[in-house]
């Protein structure tokens, strides 16, 4: 099993840090030659400066042949599937040891264990209580939850604050808009 760094284009990064998903797909592994199914991977953000955001495992490879299983090597310059097995991006890890050859780049063992070690324990989920309270002026109910959902996704994350607390502390909620906390008080000055 062999150890890789990807690099998480910007844009994706964004989107990760609104909507979770169960994979990120890489359209290009770039001219070195790839992983098979199995290895490890530290997900990883460029900028400003290499940092760990997520670990994973490579659960499809360009270039494999399904139907033979004698095919273990990948084609370079395929995309690459990698399925999330941690998630971390409100708290990366620093990586300025890391040297990044591209999308793609072969990490060493004793590398990606110091990185990996480095990585915030896991902690046990919680239940949060997530809502969004829009007031809606319609004829009647179904057509004030059809206007909802129209708002939801035609506003989306990046203008629709989102109040989020502890199941068992609503007293303190906390309003997000892109991910980051919010302040919604038109009292206070943020």
């Known amino acids: 099993m062999a150890q890789w760094a990807v690099v998480i284009p910007e844009a994706r990064l ?8 169960e994979t990120l797909e890489l359209s290009d592994g770039g001219d ?9 991977v530290l997900i990883v953000a460029e900028e400003p400066a290499p940092r760990v955001v997520a670990l994973g495992r490579i ?28 998630r971390f991006f ?5 990586a300025a040891e890391l040297t990044l050859a591209g999308p793609l780049t072969s990490v060493d063992a004793p590398t990606f264990a110091a990185l ?6 896991a902690v046990d989920n919680r239940t949060w209580l997530v809502s969004l309270d829009l007031p809606i002026e319609a004829p009647n109910p ?9 708002y939801v996704m035609e506003l989306g994350p990046r203008e629709l604050p989102t109040y989020v607390s502890p199941s068992d502390d609503e007293l303190a909620m906390q309003a ?15």
């Open 59 to 86: 659960t499809a490879a360009a270039g494999r042949a399904d139907d033979d299983p004698d095919n273990a090597d990948v084609a370079p310059g395929g995309p690459v599937v990698v399925t999330y097995t941690r």
């Open 32 to 40: 070195v030659p790839g992983p098979v199914e199995g290895d490890q």
């Open 116 to 121: 990996s070690a480095r990585v915030t324990p």
């Open 142 to 150: 179904a057509e004030a939850v059809r206007l909802f959902w129209t």
């Open 14 to 21: 964004a989107s990760e840090r609104l909507f979770h998903h």
């Open 90 to 94: 409100d708290e990366p890890t620093d």
């Open 176 to 190: 997000f808009v892109l991910g980051e906390e919010a302040n919604q008080d038109p009292e206070e000055e943020d």
